[in-house]
């Protein structure tokens, strides 16, 4: 399945707790290694701000639970999606299904 999953930085008390929670999100993220479990498509992060995007496949939802319990200083959301021509397939097969069998 794939999914598409942001984070943000969880608010934080003063400054100096911000500048020590981020320095420390990195330091566990520079040795840290993605479950085997993911086939990453995009993984960005957005301008200006601690957060951002993965696009990531996976048959495994428990590896993306593992993930977001390592980097606990972020708020996650996880998004099960699928490509827009499979939607368009699924929706035009409804459309067909709704003509023929309600009036």
Request: net charge negative; proline share 5%.
């Amino acid at each position: 399945m794939k999914y598409v999953i942001s984070w943000h930085e969880r608010p934080a008390g003063s400054a100096r707790e911000y500048e020590a929670a981020q320095e420390r999100i990195l330091g566990i993220f520079k040795d840290w290694k993605m479950p085997a479990s993911f086939a990453i498509q995009q993984f960005v992060a957005r301008v200006g701000e601690f957060g951002g995007y993965m696009v990531v496949e996976t048959d495994k939802p428990t590896d993306m639970h593992y993930a977001a319990s390592v980097f606990a200083a972020f708020a996650f959301k996880v998004e099960p999606v699928i490509d827009v021509m499979d939607a368009v397939a699924a929706e035009t097969q409804a459309i067909e299904y709704r003509k023929k069998n309600a009036p």
